[in-house]
C-alpha cells in the first residue's frame, strides 16, 4: 500500500529540481532513525559495520513490512 502511491504519483523533474511523493519524505526519516543509511559504514563515523549482504538483507525486509 505504501508503495503503490507512490507508483502512481512517480518522481518528476520542475525547474531543475527532481520532485517526489510527499511520503518519501516520512520513509527517509524513519530509516534514518533506525540507523539503516548508516549501518553499514564504520563505528568511527557512527555505523554499525554491517556487511552489505546483511543490510540488503534488512532492506528487503523493511521493505515489505511497508507493504502490508
Request: aromatic share 2%; proline share 9%.
Amino acid at each position: 500500500p505504501t508503495y503503490r502511491a507512490m507508483d502512481e504519483k512517480p518522481p518528476v523533474l520542475e525547474g531543475g529540481r527532481v520532485r517526489v511523493h510527499p511520503e518519501v519524505a516520512r520513509l527517509w526519516k524513519e530509516q534514518v532513525e533506525l540507523g539503516v543509511l548508516t549501518a553499514s559504514r564504520p563505528a568511527s563515523v557512527g555505523g554499525q559495520q554491517l556487511p552489505a549482504t546483511v543490510l540488503s538483507e534488512l532492506a528487503k525486509a523493511a521493505a515489505l513490512s511497508l507493504c502490508t
